[in-house]
């Protein structure tokens, strides 16, 4: 898709997925457009990624119930290693349909940078004037970020983490 102008992408993208399908018939088939420049390979790894987690329900749902018991905006996952989207819970509309990829990236960033150092990430805070953001490593496979409206309480929100740990390892049994 990177050599192919912007305004035609979804045009040559549509008509070269119509050719392939009439090919290769009975078959189920995600397509994706998709460019080495840009954040649209770590949705696609992602895409595969979480859909063959084995406990991709019961995890959206312990994100679900996390979510409303410490009334949270948003709730993800993130896998330590691939720095890729395991799943997400959100109360609030969504407007940026990169987000998910922007924060993949800029985790997988964040650990390329400490690899090199005797520094190993643990757990970091972001506050601004809308809300506050707190990531932190969940188990040995994930990071979960929480989300807050300003005026929640994040050490409800660590303790919640804390507690959740023990009900999301029951959950996620066979998530590696």
Do not use: H
């Amino acid at each position: 898709m990177d050599t192919i102008d912007d305004s035609l992408r979804d045009s040559v993208f549509n008509e070269k997925k119509s050719i392939f399908e009439k090919k290769v018939q009975n078959v189920s088939i995600i397509f994706y457009q998709t460019s080495i420049w840009e954040l649209s390979l770590y949705k696609i790894f992602s895409d595969i990624f979480s859909e063959n987690i084995k406990n991709s329900e019961n995890i959206k749902k312990f994100l679900e119930n996390y979510l409303l018991n410490i009334d949270a905006e948003e709730v993800f996952l993130y896998n330590k290693k691939t720095g890729l989207f395991i799943s997400s819970f959100t109360n609030k509309e969504i407007k940026d349909e990169k987000r998910f990829e922007k924060i993949c990236n800029s985790l997988k960033k964040i650990s390329n940078r400490l690899k090199n150092s005797e520094k190993r990430f643990k757990e970091m805070t972001i506050n601004n004037r809308m809300n506050t953001i707190y990531l932190t490593e969940f188990n040995e496979f994930c990071y979960i970020i929480v989300i807050l409206p300003k005026n929640k309480n994040l050490e409800l929100a660590k303790l919640n983490i804390d507690i959740g740990r023990k009900v999301f390892e029951q959950e996620i049994k066979n998530i590696n």
